[in-house]
């Protein structure tokens, strides 16, 4: 069993639809977690992250961490045709960024 | 520089060659990472360079993969005897110094191809 649990999608939305993108994990010990998006041939680039539990915000994005059920959600409001790539969750123990473990990605399509 | 620079960007060798694969991080940035995304398969942490030094390299996956970083800039990973497993983009990354809230910064690659 992966430590890392995604969803590959494709997930097609129409613009200006909410879209849920999530990750399960089995690690107990992962305490910080990210999400980065990734356009084709490009690196990820960091979106979000969030330290232990809760919700956190940005714009249209907003991240969120249910450790008790080891479950964790990004939510991308009034989404965008610019917003189609692929979406990495990412996890780490106490040493932060520097050893992340990473889902395989969902890719999202936002058609115009 | 700008961003985390690679090279090159593709790569196609026949099994048993070896290869070398190049990062030059951003200027000033003193930890150094690499990860390895095959096709349908999340990043996987190789090693991570904390100035020259390697102090967590667990990640890579067997004796014929190395790494090594000079005058706490560029970075080279090197794989000997290559085999089609190997097929797979190698990503770079950098940040300030590797604290646990710092954000990694990544280049956008080298695809590798064993034929």
Known sequence: QKEVE??????????GAIVSLNCTYSNSAFQ???????YSRKGPELLMYTYSSG??????????????????SLFIRDSQ???????????????????????????????? | GAGVSQSPSNKVTEKGKDVELRCDPISGHTALYWYRQRLGQGLEFLI????NSAPDKSGLPSDRFSAE????????????????EDSAVYLCASSVDGGPN?????GSGTQ????
């Open chain 2, 69 to 84: 970083r000079t005058g706490e800039s560029v970075s080279t990973l090197t794989i000997q005897r290559t085999q089609q």
């Open chain 1, 81 to 112: 045709p610019s917003d189609s790539a692929t979406y990495l969750c990412a996890m780490s123990g106490p040493t932060g960024f520097q050893k992340l473990v990473f889902g395989t990605g969902t890719r999202l399509l936002v058609s115009p």
């Open chain 2, 102 to 106: 710092e954000k990694l910064f990544f």
């Open chain 2, 48 to 51: 991570y360079f904390q100035g």
């Open chain 2, 112 to 115: 590798l191809s064993v034929l």
């Open chain 1, 32 to 38: 910080y977690f990210m999400w980065y998006r990734q």
């Open chain 1, 55 to 72: 919700n956190k915000e940005d714009g249209r994005f907003t991240a969120q961490v249910d450790k008790s059920s080891k479950y964790i």
């Open chain 1, 6 to 15: 995604q969803d590959p999608g494709p997930l097609s939305v129409p613009e």
